[in-house]
């Protein structure tokens, strides 16, 4: 086991954002990503065609009868550790032969103009595309449209004629980001008539989407915190405004609660993630209305989650799994073997399963 942890989910810490050394000291917003992926995933929408870079362990331009896994990764925030060590992809690759690995990389201005791109490269303003808002050129497409494209490449029988399994995993605001896909993405019935089970893995987020205004208080309970804290319910923790123009109107929360009620999500989080001042944007009353921290809100999401498949007599799909003694670290998140039971379905989570 000790041999897979290292290999399989040394890939994990290639591609994950979230895990860089010194990235306190970075200017994030105005320094462009060191590494941009060589492939390209052409995104077609009705507001328009654009280009984002990608990689693919496998060429989904032909059939792969042997791929039963699709494990698709969303980078944190400041996007800057992808980079292109196909060794341990390879060595992934042969741990999970049937596995394939989808990796897309959302772009923004400062790391187009840096890498001298294509104008036809998709860019989002700094934030925007982690919360599915669309991009400022070369058209006006949600980075939540990328997700829906690899999952129609990845439901069309003709190259994948046995795929099972399809993992959205995030961690940190790749976290936030999957955790909004789940409830508002659009792929979701297409994948199902093709009878591809998808699971959703949100790791240690920052603060998690709700469906009302009631928020957590400190007996456990939850009550309406909008007359003190406005922006709670604004989006991307709310639903009440600031919507993508990619979520379909009018906004129904009880449906979308009841639909995501009924997906496969593991919420992923590590016992040490536990730090009050952990980032300047966890210290609004937006996020601090949540919990204190980023282990204390997703407890309490959780909890919300629960009262809400009771309430609805639904069973309860979601799952929660902590990494003990682990902080704010992608590989290290993935390399437990909860992060395996999440995503690989490899090893054992029963001991901290909620």
């Known amino acids: 086991m000790r041999f897979i942890h290292t290999t399989v989910l040394g890939f994990f810490f290639c591609i994950s954002l ?26 077609q929408t009705a507001s328009g065609v654009g280009d984002v870079p990608i990689r693919v362990s496998r060429n989904w331009k032909f059939e792969q009868p042997d791929i039963t896994r699709a494990v698709i990764i969303i980078h944190g925030w400041p996007r800057r550790d992808i980079d292109a060590d196909e060794d341990l992809q390879q060595r992934a690759i042969t741990l999970a032969a049937d596995t394939l690995f989808v990796t897309p990389q959302f772009l923004t201005e400062v790391d187009v103009e840096a890498h001298h791109l294509s104008p036809m490269t998709l860019r989002w303003q700094e934030r925007d595309w982690l919360q599915g808002y669309d991009a400022r050129s070369p058209a006006p497409i949600s ?184 902080a704010h670290r992608a590989f290290a998140m993935y390399h437990s073997a909860c992060g395996l039971a999440a995503v690989f379905d490899k090893s054992s989570c029963e001991d901290t399963l909620h």
Not at 27 to 43: C, E, F, M, T, W
């Open 18 to 43: 979230a895990h860089l050394a010194g990235a306190a000291e970075i200017d994030v917003v105005n320094s462009p990503v060191p590494v941009v992926l060589q492939d390209r995933l052409n995104v």
């Open 143 to 326: 980075a939540f449209s990328v997700i829906d494209q690899i999952f129609t490449r990845l439901a069309d029988r003709r190259i994948f004629p046995h795929l099972k399994d399809i993992v959205l995993a995030g961690h940190s605001a790749g976290g936030q980001f999957v955790q909004r896909y789940a409830v508002v993405g659009h792929a979701s019935q297409e994948i199902v008539a093709s009878h591809i089970h998808v699971r959703y893995v949100v790791a240690n987020p920052a603060a998690y989407l709700y469906f009302d205004d009631r928020r957590p208080q400190a007996d456990g309970s939850f009550a309406d915190v909008s007359a003190h804290c406005p922006t709670a319910g604004t989006w991307n923790n709310g639903l009440s405004a600031r919507l993508p123009a990619y979520v379909q109107q009018p906004v129904v929360p009880a449906m979308l609660e009841k639909g995501y009620l009924q997906r496969d999500v593991v919420y992923l989080l590590g016992t040490a993630d536990n730090d009050p001042n952990a980032d300047a944007v966890g210290q609004s009353c937006t996020y601090k209305s949540q919990g204190a921290t980023r282990l204390e809100r997703g407890h309490a999401y959780f909890r919300y989650m629960t009262a809400a498949a009771e309430a609805a007599h639904l069973p309860q799909r979601h799952r929660l799994f902590e990494v003990p003694g682990v």
